[in-house]
């Protein structure tokens, strides 16, 4: 019973819409919405051929290429920049300064300095997506628990395994919310180099269909970008509850006192 | 803090040498910061002089800043920069008033809250950008485009901390409250806005930021005017350091906004003590 009503809860208001949509499309022929039908149609037509592995794989691709890349540097880097307390001031105005620039202006930087190619547009996606990561995973380590820290070191716990057992564990909290961050940057950027300067992939595609005015085609576009994002923050969510298990238990024990 | 050990001295020379630990500590740190900051141009100003990249793919730091500056004194620079920051602030507007709004309505209601759940989950993670072309067939070039990305990407931003907000209301205040006969407005306006204003005020900051990569991106893609689109000109245009020059202007304009955010989020937020603890530490 419980999980019907909750089922009830889920899809009641997408039913709603969805029929809200059908019903006002019904008898016009407006050219910008596509009914319902034409649009499932187009999304069957476009998407499930040959289109997958032209432009759906390649661009997913370079997406997590960039990202995993962009992940890893940010938190090797920010380990080692947290840790010393001289590089981190050192280092604090640039990086602040780099998170501050809007990603997307660094698509014709790198465009004119590496030409239009597949690396490129992983560089741009690593080179947006590491700031947040960086920065965070800095915040997180500075912000280590002391009584932790001087328990470890009075254990004579040092080098790789300190890393291990306690940096990494403290930081993890600060880390997820960057790479939460840095997800959705990443979608974005690997959308618009592919708009900005490619000749192939999901972003180039949709702006094709969009410059030919085929707009069930570019409606199932964005529909697929949708998807996209939506799987990419159901595998987020699910990642960050195994690693985080022990974070959201301990919270809820503090709530709860 | 450690205990003060001065019980001989005077109140004064008490009250000050707290006062002096951080201002012995604070140059040090900002002269290193400040070192960081030359040490990165000098690199950058080394590495096309050396040859490592050519100089008209990564024009020298020198170069870059000249024009900077150059185009200070430019209108049409100031032109651009007026027509981003107008999207910007009328897109954050417009999404954190809509967001406050439905954040409210709908977070204060538990049979709402539940059935608009699974739409909100759904819509949120949909990159704005997959509505450019939207855009672009309905508006074509205008501000208009801007708008409704910007609005778009930092609606969510605010309206997922206010949901979050409402819902952490203190029981115990709320029955209170009601207790109290407090009416329906009251206990909006006096327990439930306190305990939402910290998490709206971190849903603007994130949302100010997001509105600005949006503004530019727009620019940049559809076209519309500012920034974005003078950065797309000069590239194509082969005006190279008039690019990296601009390139300069919005990472300043993003830490301006980055600022402007805290110094607000300070201001509303005094009595709070997240930032009651970060004065007096």
């Keep these: ?257 | 803090m450690s205990a003060p050990t001065v019980t001989t001295d005077s109140q004064g020379a008490a009250a000050s040498r707290p006062r002096k630990r951080p201002a012995k500590k604070r140059p040090t740190k900002q002269l290193l910061g400040l070192a960081g900051i030359l040490a990165f141009l000098l690199v950058w100003e080394l590495v096309p002089r050396v040859g490592i990249v050519e100089a008209r793919f990564l024009p020298p730091a020198s170069d870059v800043i000249a024009m900077l500056f150059n185009d200070f004194g430019l209108t049409a620079f100031w032109v651009a920069v007026g027509e981003t920051m107008l999207a910007w602030f009328l897109g954050l507007l417009m999404a954190v008033l809509l967001a406050v709004v439905l954040g409210f309505i709908i977070g204060s209601s538990n049979f709402l809250r539940k059935v608009t759940n699974s739409t909100v989950e759904f819509l949120r993670p949909i990159p704005s950008v997959a509505l450019i072309p939207l855009a672009v067939l309905l508006f074509g070039v205008k501000i208009e485009s801007s708008l409704m990305l910007i609005v778009y990407a930092s609606f969510w931003q605010v309206f997922i901390q206010v949901l979050y907000g409402v819902a952490d209301v203190d029981n115990v205040a709320m029955q209170t409250a009601k207790s109290y006969g407090l009416g329906r407005f009251a206990r909006v306006r006096y327990v439930v806005f306190p305990t939402a204003l910290p998490y709206l005020m971190t849903g603007v900051r994130l949302a100010a930021a997001v509105a600005l990569i949006l503004a530019i991106t727009a620019e940049l893609v559809i076209g519309s005017p500012g920034l974005g689109r003078e950065i797309s000109l000069a590239q194509s245009g082969g005006a190279i350091s008039g690019m990296y020059a601009l390139v300069l202007a919005t990472g300043l304009i993003g830490v301006l906004i980055n600022l402007v955010m805290r110094f607000i989020e300070r201001k509303t937020l005094s009595w709070h003590s997240s930032i009651r603890s970060e004065v007096i530490v």
């Excluded at chain 1, 269909?209 to 085609?217: G, K, M, T, V, W």
Aim: overall charge neutral.
């Design chain 1, 1 to 257: 019973m419980k999980i019907l009503k909750g089922i009830a809860y889920g899809l009641a208001l997408p039913v709603i819409l969805v029929l809200i949509w059908w019903a006002s499309t019904l008898g016009t022929t407006n050219f910008f919405v596509p009914t319902p039908a034409t649009l499932s149609e187009a999304f069957a037509e476009t998407w499930f051929g040959e289109r997958i592995f032209s432009d759906v794989l390649p661009s997913i691709g370079r997406l997590l290429v960039g990202v995993i890349a962009a992940i890893v540097l940010g938190i090797a880097a920010g380990l080692l920049i947290g840790s010393v307390k001289w590089l981190r001031d050192f280092t604090e105005p640039v990086l602040e300064f780099f998170r501050a620039i809007p990603p997307p202006v660094l698509i014709p930087v790198l465009m004119l300095l590496m030409g239009i190619t597949d690396s490129m547009k992983v560089v741009v996606i690593i080179s947006g997506c590491i700031w947040p990561v960086l920065l965070n995973t800095i915040e997180g380590v500075r912000a280590i628990d002391s009584v932790l820290s001087d328990s470890a070191h009075t254990y004579g716990i040092g080098g790789f395994a300190r890393v291990r057992y306690l940096v990494l564990p403290s930081a993890a909290p600060q880390i997820m919310a960057g790479v939460r961050q840095c997800l959705s940057i990443g979608l974005i950027l690997m959308v618009i180099s592919e708009m900005f300067a490619s000749s192939e992939g999901l972003g180039f595609t949709i702006v094709q269909f969009q410059r030919s005015f085929a707009i069930p085609e570019m409606w199932s576009g964005i529909v697929v970008l949708g998807l996209i994002g939506v799987a990419m923050s159901l595998i987020f969510q699910w990642t960050e509850r195994r690693i985080l298990r022990w974070y959201h238990g301990l919270r809820e024990v503090e709530n709860a006192a």
